[in-house]
């Protein structure tokens, strides 16, 4: 069983099916840059678009790095066809705001990119919404999931972090808050420290009494 106080959600893969988008703007910027596509698309899962852009191109200057990003960026956040909430979704959000529940989605898209997808899935709002413009060191830094917490008014312990991808539990636990990996093709030695598995977000309920929230399987 895990208790917090509030939650911090990924958006991408987690609170919304992205990946048809995310991978026809990288497949087509692989071809571009004559990368090689399986290795790009295995790298960029959970991180900024501006830490794939480095890793792929490396010799590149900072002003060719960021019109990079601002050319993607555009692609993304033009292309929301096929983007729609992940099963189990509406109800979980809607238990939280029922309970009142304190949530915040923590994401390492930027501010286009995030909001016209989580538009596109036509999600609840929250309060508190981190996107990578706001972090120095991105997912799998611990960085975003700290100050996700901290808007909250939350320590990082009192926090649930539900994630999809390996950089983002890796942030996750690093920033010290408990993780639900939620269909997340994990390696070994971070799944062993993950405090739940599941394959979809339909497997759990929330339950809040006084102020601590308890997370059960179906």
């Given at each position: 069983m895990i208790q917090g106080k509030g939650f911090l959600f990924d958006l991408d893969g987690t609170l919304v099916n992205s990946l048809p988008v995310v991978e026809?703007?990288?497949?087509?910027?692989?071809?571009?840059?004559?990368?090689?596509?399986?290795?790009?698309?295995?790298?960029?899962?959970g991180k900024q678009a501006i830490t794939s852009i480095r890793h792929f191109l490396p010799h590149a200057s900072e002003a060719e790095l960021q019109a990079e990003l601002r050319q993607l960026e555009q692609i993304e956040a033009e292309d929301t066809d096929g983007v729609a909430a992940l099963p189990g979704v509406f109800d979980l959000l809607n238990q939280l705001q029922a309970q009142q529940i304190?949530?915040?989605?923590?994401?390492?898209?930027?501010?286009?990119?995030?909001?016209?997808?989580?538009q596109a899935a036509q999600l609840i709002c929250?309060?508190?919404?981190?996107?990578?413009?706001l972090v120095k060191h991105g997912k799998p830094h611990p960085d975003p999931y700290l100050l996700g917490a901290a808007k909250l008014g939350l320590?990082?312990?009192?926090c649930i972090v539900v994630e999809d991808a390996t950089a983002g539990v890796m942030s996750g636990l690093a920033a010290g808050c408990s993780?639900?990996?939620v269909?997340?093709?994990?390696?070994?030695?971070?799944?062993?420290d993950v405090h739940l598995v599941i394959d979809s977000l339909e497997q759990i309920s929330v339950f809040k009494q006084d102020s601590i929230v308890e997370i059960k399987l179906k």
């Open positions: 026809r703007a990288y497949i087509n910027w692989a071809k571009l840059h004559q990368l090689d596509i399986p290795t790009v698309l295995a790298f960029i899962h304190p949530w915040a989605i923590v994401t390492s898209g930027t501010i286009p990119v995030a909001h016209a997808r989580h929250p309060e508190i919404f981190i996107t990578a413009e320590q990082p312990h009192d993780v639900i990996a269909n997340a093709p994990l390696p070994e030695d971070v799944q062993r």
